[in-house]
C-alpha cells in the first residue's frame, strides 16, 4: 500500500502509518535515517498536516520513531521481531536480523521439578530435571531473561556444555538426538520485576512480555518448558493469520 484512500474505512493517518511501517519493514527507511517533514508527507500523499502528525505522533508513542529537539524525527533501532509461527531458538531469532546473539548463564543445575513442571513435562514430581536461567542479549544489549526446564535421557550432560557459546536448541538436535518437533506458547503482557529490572537495564515499571513456551521433541514428547520475561520496549512478536475460507 503507498496510496492514501480518501474514501473507505480506514482512517488516513492510520493509512500512512501502515505506509510508514512498510518503509521500515523493506529497509528503505533503516534506523537512524531522518523521515520527512509532516508537510513534506503531507505534500506526497495529499493529506493535512495534522493528519501526518497524528500518524508521527502514535509512531514515536509506540517507540518506532524518536523526535529530536529542532533536528527531526528518526527511526529507532529495530525491534526485535519474533516469528509466532516458526518453531525458532533466540540464537536463530537474532541472528535472523543480522545482530549477535550473546548468553550469560545465570544458574545451572539439576533440581527435583516441582509439581507444576512435572505435570507438564509429564513426570513424577521430584525427578531431576536440569533447570537453566540466562540472560539473552543482542549485539551486547539485554533483551530477555529466559528459565528453562529440560527433561530427557541424559539431559545432565548439559552441566558440561558451555552454554554461553552454544545454542541450546542447536545442542539439543545435534549433539543429544532431540529433534524439536513444535512447542506450545503462551504470551501475556505484565511489568518487568525488580530483579530483572537489574539484569535487562530497564527502569523499574518498564513493559515486559511473557512466554511460556513447552517444546515437544518426537512422539510428542514434551522436552523443555521456558518462561521467558522479554523486554517490551525492544520486542515484537510477529504472527501472520489467515482467514478460514
Ligand atoms: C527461545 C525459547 C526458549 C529456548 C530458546 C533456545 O528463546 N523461548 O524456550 O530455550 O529459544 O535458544 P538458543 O537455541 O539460542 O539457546
Given at each position: 500500500m503507498s496510496?492514501?484512500?480518501r474514501k473507505g474505512p480506514l482512517p488516513r493517518y492510520y493509512q500512512l502509518k501502515e505506509i510508514m511501517r512498510e518503509k521500515m519493514r523493506i529497509g528503505e527507511w533503516k534506523p537512524g535515517d531522518l523521515i520527512p517533514s509532516e508537510r513534506e508527507l503531507g505534500e506526497v500523499y495529499g493529506i493535512s498536516r495534522m493528519t501526518a502528525r497524528q500518524a508521527i505522533t502514535e509512531l514515536v508513542n509506540e517507540g518506532l520513531f524518536y523526535r529530536e529537539q529542532g533536528k527531526g524525527t528518526f527511526v529507532s533501532q529495530h525491534k526485535i521481531t519474533q516469528q509466532l509461527i516458526h518453531l525458532t531458538g533466540f540464537t536463530e531469532d537474532i541472528g535472523a536480523r543480522g545482530q549477535r546473539p550473546g548468553t550469560k548463564v545465570l544458574?545451572?543445575?539439576?533440581v527435583p521439578a516441582d509439581e507444576k513442571i512435572a505435570q507438564i513435562l509429564r513426570l513424577e514430581p521430584g525427578e531431576l530435571i536440569f533447570c537453566l536461567q540466562r540472560l539473552r542479549l543482542a549485539d551486547e544489549e539485554p533483551l530477555a531473561v529466559e528459565q528453562s526446564h529440560l527433561h530427557f535421557k541424559g539431559c545432565e550432560r548439559l552441566l558440561e556444555e558451555?552454554?554461553?557459546k552454544n545454542s541450546l536448541y542447536r545442542l539439543l538436535e545435534t549433539k543429544y538426538g532431540q529433534p524439536l518437533m513444535f512447542a506450545e506458547?503462551?504470551?501475556e503482557a505484565g511489568l518487568v520485576s525488580e530483579e530483572n529490572t537489574l539484569l535487562l537495564n530497564v527502569p523499574l515499571g518498564s513493559p515486559?512480555?511473557?512466554?511460556?513456551?513447552?517444546t515437544y521433541s518426537e512422539r510428542d514428547i514434551p522436552i523443555e518448558y521456558a518462561r521467558s520475561v522479554y523486554c517490551g520496549s525492544k520486542y515484537t512478536f510477529y504472527t501472520s493469520l489467515k482467514r478460514d475460507q
Open positions: 496510496t492514501i484512500f544458574s545451572a543445575k539439576m558451555d552454554l554461553e506458547q503462551e504470551l515486559a512480555l511473557f512466554t511460556r513456551r513447552t
